[in-house]
Antibody, heavy 119, light 108 residues
């Protein structure tokens, strides 16, 4: 069965850096686009970033452009989010999400990992 | 960017009621719309994809309709396990992907 198992996260000071990982299994990882989506405490869902199945194209939300980098390692079936220049407003639960077919048509989500940016 | 306007933001209904949530897109998105159910402390799960297709594991009392800019999500015969927050999301235009603000569904 499809599984997306996340790791990373934690507490970091403003301006700091943090990396998130998402380990995929149960499907051919290299055939699907994947995304990061976040949810601030008590708030709604916000899409963060997308990477094409072969890594050839990436897209970012304006709020993270220039600070976050999405990447993937297809032989290892791993998705990453490198976050730098973190701000208090980046505090959220971060989810990885797999595309069903078109970019953004999510069918499976990871369990989520909390990132807290605080001094 | 495509704006998704979801209403109502909260809804209280009784077990057995029919519940309807609407989502309006700021421009034509064809049928590139999903509905997600999110329970507290859990990841969202897709319940409707492509505007009207039932997600894997979603109960048949869930349905979706619409195309273009106006969409609806309906639960016929509300059950206690349906208590959750529901979000619509468009995937016609990337970037950015955008979500509605959510509808918190409670039992009366």
């Amino acid at each position: 069965q499809v599984q997306l198992v996340q790791s990373g996260g934690g507490v970091v000071q403003p301006g700091g850096s943090l990396s998130l990982s998402c380990a995929a299994s149960g499907f051919t990882f290299s055939s699907y686009g994947v995304n990061w989506v976040r949810q601030a405490p008590g708030r709604g869902l916000e899409w963060v970033a997308f990477i094409r199945h072969d890594g050839s194209k990436t897209y970012y939300a304006d709020s993270v452009t220039g600070r976050f980098t999405i990447s993937r390692d297809n032989p290892k079936s791993m998705l990453y989010l490198q976050m730098s220049g973190l701000r208090v407003e980046d505090t959220a639960v971060y989810y990885c999400a797999k595309d069903r077919d078109y970019g953004g048509n999510f069918d499976y989500w990871g369990q989520g990992t909390l990132v807290t940016v605080s001094s | 960017d495509i704006q998704m306007t979801q209403s109502p933001s909260s809804l209280s209904a009784s077990v057995g009621d029919t519940v309807t949530i609407t989502c309006q897109a700021s421009q034509d998105i064809s049928n590139f719309l999903n509905w997600y159910q999110q329970k507290p402390g859990k990841a969202p799960q897709v319940v409707i994809y492509g505007a009207s297709k039932l997600g894997s594991g979603a109960p048949s009392r869930f349905s979706g309709s619409g195309s273009g800019t106006h969409f609806t999500f309906t639960i016929s015969s509300l059950q206690p396990e349906d208590i959750a927050t529901y979000y619509c999301q468009q995937y016609d235009d990337l970037p950015p992907l955008t979500f509605g603000g959510g509808t918190k569904l409670e039992i009366k």
